[in-house]
Every structure is written in structure tokens, then in C-alpha cells.
């Protein structure tokens, strides 16, 4: 018997799937985690990136956002959203965008929106940030989730990310895969 938690547990397998050469575009809390988890054991060279415009960041705290001050205090260096979004992002430099989910379907598809009807839900929820521009333009989407029934669903309630099949029925055959969908066992 351990003393892990499964979130604890599902942090440190997504971690261990990432590499030293990797240019990962961080989502807060479980990926940020990870990703801090890997560049201070077995991936030090890992440039981290975060939607605020931070590249190659090594908080000495996790951060509680991406405004968070810490983000910029370590920084290589800062530039501006677009610039971010526009050159670094959709210009094909990440190789894995890292996302949390509240849902996912078996499609790939990603809500971080609300759950149940958008204009009387049930759960609001942060929203997509970058989310759906990371899930789009990066090399490989790690997902970090808790497996629970209302989370892994047949049809999500509101599409914030594409998924893979969205994709294809667009007349886009070579899309990115996803490479790792880390999963914790919750009770229900």
C-alpha cells in the first residue's frame, strides 16, 4: 500500500513521459506539475512554455496561474501573446501541448467549458484559454484526467478543443496524435 493519491501517481507517469528535448506549452495545475515534476529529475534541458508568453521558465513554486509573477521572474525570456500564438505556437515550435480536461470524449474532443447546457449549466468552468490553438498546432496533446464516468463521456457537453475526428471530416489527414491520455481511477 502506498501513501500516494491518485493525482499524485497520475502527475508523476505524466512526467516520466516527457524528455529533455521536448518544448512543451504548459496548462496550469496537474500539467504544470508534471512538467516542474520532470524538469527537476530526469528532463533539466526541457524548455517549458506557458500561455502568458513565458519561454523556458523553471519556477522554483508551482505556479497558481499563468500570470502568475513567478513565470516571468524565471524566464529566458518574455514575449507577447500573439507573438506567442502566432510564431511559437502555430508555427509549429512545440512539440507537446500539455492540457487538463473536465471532459474528453473517445474522439479527443475537450471541454473546459461548462457542464450541461451552455446557456444553463449545470458547472461553469475556466474556459479554453489557449487550449484549443494548443490542442490544434503541437506535435503530440498529453491529457491529464481523472477517470470517472462524467468525465470520460460519450459526447462531452460543449466542444472547446478538437479532437482528431473533427479533424479528419475536414479533409485534414496528417493530424497530431494523441500520445498520451494520463488517467487517474476516482470513486464514484
Given at each position: 500500500m502506498t501513501n500516494f493519491t491518485p493525482t499524485e501517481m497520475m502527475t508523476i507517469?505524466?512526467?516520466?513521459?516527457?524528455?529533455n528535448d521536448d518544448v512543451c506549452f504548459v496548462g496550469i495545475g496537474a500539467p504544470s506539475a508534471a512538467?516542474?515534476?520532470a524538469r527537476l529529475t530526469h528532463a533539466p534541458d526541457?524548455?517549458?512554455i506557458y500561455e502568458s508568453g513565458t519561454i523556458g521558465t523553471a519556477p522554483e513554486v508551482l505556479p497558481l496561474s499563468i500570470g502568475d509573477g513567478e513565470l516571468c521572474e524565471t524566464a529566458l525570456c518574455t514575449v507577447s501573446v500573439p507573438e506567442m500564438f502566432r510564431?511559437?505556437?502555430m508555427g509549429g515550435r512545440i512539440s507537446i501541448g500539455f492540457l487538463g480536461a473536465a471532459q474528453l470524449d473517445r474522439f479527443g474532443n475537450i471541454?473546459?467549458?461548462?457542464?450541461?447546457?451552455?446557456?444553463?449549466?449545470k458547472v461553469r468552468l475556466p474556459g479554453g484559454g489557449g487550449a484549443p490553438e494548443i490542442a490544434t498546432s503541437c506535435g503530440e496533446i498529453f491529457i491529464t484526467l481523472k477517470q470517472a464516468t462524467r468525465s470520460?463521456?460519450?459526447k462531452i457537453d460543449f466542444y472547446t478543443s478538437f479532437g482528431y475526428k473533427v479533424y479528419e471530416r475536414m479533409g485534414y489527414r496528417?493530424?497530431?496524435?494523441?500520445?498520451?491520455?494520463?488517467?487517474?481511477a476516482t470513486k464514484r
Open positions: 507517469a505524466a512526467a516520466r513521459a516527457l524528455s512538467c516542474n515534476v526541457i524548455t517549458l510564431y511559437w505556437l471541454n473546459t467549458t461548462v457542464i450541461g447546457d451552455y446557456t444553463h449549466p470520460m463521456v460519450e496528417e493530424i497530431y496524435q494523441y500520445a498520451l491520455l494520463v488517467v487517474t
